[in-house]
Every structure is written in structure tokens, then in C-alpha cells.
T-cell receptor
Framework: NAGVTQTPKFQVLKTGQSMTLQCAQD?????MYWYRQDPGMGLRLIYY???????DKGEVPNGYNVSRLNKREFSLRLESAAPSQTSVYFC????????????????FGPGTRLTVL | EDQVTQSPEALRLQEGESSSLNCSYT??????LFWYRQDPGKGPEFLFT???AGEEKEKERLKATLTKKESFLHITAPKPEDSATYLC???????????FGSGTQLTVLP
């Protein structure tokens, strides 16, 4: 199992350009997540998909859109990139959001390092 | 507001020198506490999940414990390969969101 994979690994954009970050998981997980990680801010949730066909906003959704393409794939789109979106983006997945005893463990991909000039 | 605070921010140990990392949290109704390890340029790697006060989990030189207000990650006789940033996280809001601490950067010197 590859686990959670992300493409691309690195990307440089100019302000105003658009791009889509791709994420796929092969663990047959129901739930998927997008986080961004910034120095001193920790990991912050952008959007999540509790199950195929559903998406919801997290803590910092402005400037982003997501698509749950199927059970395996969850993409993150920047329609008009801004320098404030320079960050490292991580995709994660879990079997489900919540079990009877608590929240399920999330497993992370290797990240996409995005620079917006 | 749910909060997670990790201390210290950075820790330097000699190889073999045991120590503990702290994760204190304020959430309304704990639904799990997660420990991750993150190496430079990599994604967080899952270590442990703790669900109840008093619960303990071990993996090699690492042992995680949980009380009602904090969790400790004890590192016994660390090796240089244990050098990494250790993150803790708790579910918040509707339990769909993990709130992460800012991490403890551990350096183990040979």
C-alpha cells in the first residue's frame, strides 16, 4: 500500500494563477482532509470530506475549493493564487470521521510545497 | 475555544538522556489525543492514539500517557534517529477537525 499520495511535490505560481493539488489514498478510507502548515501556526484544516459525495469547510477555507472525485481521490483547487497561500499542503485520510469511542486516526501524505510569487 | 499547547518548543538531548515532552489541552469532551512524528520535508507520521485518562501506549523508546488535562511523550534512552518534530492533536468542533499543537522539535546528539 502506498498510503496517501500527493502531486505535485513542489510548485511555484505567480499571483493570480490557478492550480489543483491532487491527493489519492489506497486504504479504502471514507474520510479525507486538506491541511496547510505554516511556521508558528501548526497544521490547520482547510476542507474535509467525511464521505464520498460530501465536503465541508474547515478552519481556513477562503481562497480554496475542493472536489471529492471518488472514494480514493480528493483535490484542492486554488482559483487565483495569492502570496498568503504560500505554504505546505498536506492531504490526510481516515477510515471514518468518528467512531463510538472517538475520532479516527488520520494518516498523512508527504505534502506539496507551494510558493506563490 | 479548544487549545493545544506543547512544551518545550525545542529540546536538545544527548544520546541516552531520557526526557518527556508535554501536550496540554483544553477541549470540551475529549474524543482522542493523537501523537505524530514529523521529519523535515515529510508529512506527519502517526505514532499513538489515546482515548481515556490513564491510558498508556508504547512503541520502541516512546511511551505516551494521558491525563484529563495533558499528555506526555516519554522518550527513554533516545538515539539520534529519534530527532524530529513531535506533534500532538485533539479533535475539536464537531470532532471532524484536529487541532494541532505547534510541536516540539527534538534533537538527539550522538
Amino acid at each position: 500500500n502506498a498510503g496517501v499520495t500527493q502531486t505535485p511535490k513542489f510548485q511555484v505560481l505567480k499571483t493570480g494563477q490557478s492550480m489543483t493539488l491532487q491527493c489519492a489514498q489506497d486504504m479504502n478510507h471514507n474520510s479525507m482532509y486538506w491541511y496547510r502548515q505554516d511556521p508558528g501556526m501548526g497544521l490547520r484544516l482547510i476542507y474535509y470530506s467525511a464521505s464520498e459525495g460530501t465536503t465541508d469547510k474547515g478552519e481556513v477555507p477562503n481562497g480554496y475549493n475542493v472536489s471529492r472525485l471518488n472514494k480514493r481521490e480528493f483535490s484542492l483547487r486554488l482559483e487565483s493564487a495569492a502570496p498568503s497561500q504560500t505554504s505546505v499542503y498536506f492531504c490526510a485520510s481516515s477510515e471514518r470521521v468518528y467512531r463510538g469511542r472517538g475520532t479516527d486516526t488520520q494518516y498523512f501524505g508527504p505534502g506539496t510545497r507551494l510558493t506563490v510569487l | 475555544e479548544d487549545q493545544v499547547t506543547q512544551s518545550p518548543e525545542a529540546l536538545r538531548l544527548q544520546e541516552g538522556e531520557s526526557s518527556s515532552l508535554n501536550c496540554s489541552y483544553t477541549v470540551s469532551g475529549l474524543r482522542g489525543l493523537f501523537w505524530y512524528r514529523q521529519d523535515p520535508g515529510k508529512g506527519p507520521e502517526f505514532l499513538f492514539t489515546l482515548y481515556s485518562a490513564g491510558e498508556e501506549k508504547e512503541k520502541e523508546r516512546l511511551k505516551a500517557t494521558l491525563t484529563k488535562k495533558e499528555s506526555f511523550l516519554h522518550i527513554t534512552a533516545p538515539k539520534p534517529e529519534d530527532s524530529a518534530t513531535y506533534l500532538c492533536a485533539v479533535p475539536s468542533g464537531s470532532a471532524r477537525q484536529l487541532t494541532f499543537g505547534s510541536g516540539t522539535q527534538l534533537t538527539v546528539l550522538p
